[in-house]
């Protein structure tokens, strides 16, 4: 079963514009990983964010935690058109074990438009 | 750096037959892991293996599917016999088991189309 819910499911944007990407899920974690996915390949981890953080950066990357709320949101900042993409979220729970077993989330679909 | 390596990219095949899906990963990676992806319903993961020991296959649908690991540098996910429903990408993926942080690394996938 899923533990992650990406919120919206897709999202169009003009290039330029910022893109917020959001992800629930039900259980404890460990850490949270979001992940791109480029059409017809296979997923790139982008960031990884772990519970006793609320919020971190990469590049044009800002990814936020609350574990109260048990959500996390993405956002990419002067969106490209390369930028188009599936992105998910991972969830790393406390039972996963030692092989670091993720669970992912439905994915949203980002489409940057030129 | 060459990435996880999967064989065939693509994949045709009439239902009942033997379908075998290769993985090479990224040496050094001691944790292999095989996800199925479908629009309905989105990346499962079927199998996983650390240190070549098969350690959770409670995501292989049924006993049609198989996996093996004889080396650290290469995997099969064997479908026996093959249906329609068994149509999806089929992706693998590698990563260090020490830790809490390690990033999986996917291959490509292989598409599978069952007919």
Redesign the interface.
Known sequence: S?QGEEDPQALSIQEGENATMNCSYKTSI??L?WYRQNS??????LI?I?SNEREKHSGRLRVTLDTSKKSSSLLITASRAADTASY?CAT?PPSS???????????TQLTVLP | DAGVIQSPRHEVTEMGQEVTLRCKPISGHNSLFWYRQTMMRGLELLIYFNNNVPIDDSGMPEDRFSAKMPNASFSTLKIQPSEPRDSAVYFCASSLAQGWEQPQHFGDGTRLSIL
């Open positions: 899923q460990n850490n990983q017809g390949r296979g997923l790139v981890h990884l772990r998910f790393d074990g030692s092989a670091r077993q993720l669970t992912f989330g439905s994915g």
